[in-house]
């Protein structure tokens, strides 16, 4: 029994994980090398969600077509004041963030800001805020085949000038726990960066701020 063994069957090249799309995507390296890594991308859901939303809304879709941002510059949805949406437009609206947050989901993280705002307004959706949630569509219609890459590779951190900050005054004691009987790591060690910004206070209504946290491992986009 010890001579048994199971050949696993050649299935190829992955295409698709949890519904995400996901292919090999080939950068050139600064010294001329190409590197191929793993991405992640959204292109054939967009391809069926999108058309339906251009069907539901006719040639209204249309006229804002070639948009530059995902929502209207300056756009302050907690200020909007325009018609309160029915209770079956309420619904559509619904539907349509969620729509988008799978989207995110798929790897499409530069929407993420704008979509968690409008999200915001579930409860009580405007015609301004469906307005600029359907902007989101067209501009991802003319973005549909960005891709989010796994980039394995470690980045240079010494050629930018972050300020360092002392925290000991806050934090005298802290130290990482290690177990004694932690096992000795195998493999090459990886590269964890992290990078945060906050809105302080930019809700006119309640003053509250959004926080966004990107962590990478390597080059990679990981939460």
């Given at each position: 029994?010890?001579?048994?063994?199971?050949?696993?069957?050649?299935?190829?090249?992955?295409?698709?994980?949890?519904?995400?799309?996901?292919?090999?995507h080939?950068?050139?390296?600064?010294?001329?090398?190409?590197?191929?890594?793993?991405?992640?991308?959204?292109?054939?859901?967009?391809?069926?969600?999108?058309?339906?939303?251009?069907?539901?809304?006719?040639?209204?879709?249309?006229?804002?077509r070639?948009?530059?941002?995902?929502?209207?510059?300056?756009?302050?949805?907690?200020?909007?004041?325009?018609?309160?949406?029915?209770?079956?437009?309420?619904?559509?609206?619904?539907?349509?963030?969620?729509?988008?947050?799978?989207?995110?989901?798929?790897?499409?993280?530069?929407?993420?800001?704008?979509?968690?705002?409008m999200?915001?307004?579930?409860?009580?959706?405007?015609?301004g805020?469906?307005?600029?949630?359907?902007?989101?569509?067209?501009?991802?219609?003319?973005?549909?085949?960005?891709?989010?890459?796994?980039?394995?590779?470690?980045?240079?951190?010494?050629?930018?000038?972050?300020?360092?900050?002392?925290?000991?005054?806050?934090?005298?004691?802290?130290?990482?726990v290690?177990?004694?009987?932690?096992?000795?790591?195998?493999?090459?060690?990886?590269?964890?960066?992290?990078?945060?910004?906050?809105?302080?206070?930019?809700?006119?209504?309640?003053?509250?701020?959004?926080?966004?946290?990107?962590?990478?491992?390597?080059?990679?986009?990981?939460?």
């Amino acid at each position: 029994m010890s001579d048994l063994g199971y050949q696993c069957k050649d299935v190829g090249k992955p295409t698709r994980y949890l519904g995400a799309e996901i292919a090999e995507h080939e950068i050139r390296g600064a010294d001329g090398t190409d590197h191929k890594f793993w991405s992640m991308f959204a292109e054939q859901y967009l391809k069926l969600a999108i058309p339906t939303v251009e069907d539901q809304q006719g040639d209204s879709f249309g006229k804002c077509r070639g948009v530059k941002t995902p929502v209207e510059s300056g756009y302050r949805p907690e200020l909007d004041e325009t018609d309160t949406l029915d209770d079956y437009k309420a619904n559509y609206y619904q539907s349509l963030i969620g729509i988008l947050q799978w989207v995110v989901e798929l790897g499409r993280i530069e929407i993420a800001f704008e979509v968690s705002t409008m999200a915001q307004f579930n409860c009580n959706p405007r015609t301004g805020h469906l307005r600029n949630t359907l902007r989101i569509f067209i501009w991802l219609k003319g973005h549909i085949k960005s891709k989010l890459v796994m980039d394995c590779r470690k980045r240079d951190m010494d050629q930018f000038d972050f300020p360092e900050y002392n925290w000991t005054c806050y934090y005298p004691c802290a130290a990482e726990v290690i177990p004694d009987d932690m096992p000795c790591p195998l493999g090459e060690s990886v590269q964890n960066t992290v990078f945060a910004n906050a809105s302080f206070a930019a809700n006119m209504v309640t003053r509250k701020s959004v926080t966004g946290i990107l962590t990478f491992v390597n080059g990679s986009p990981i939460m």
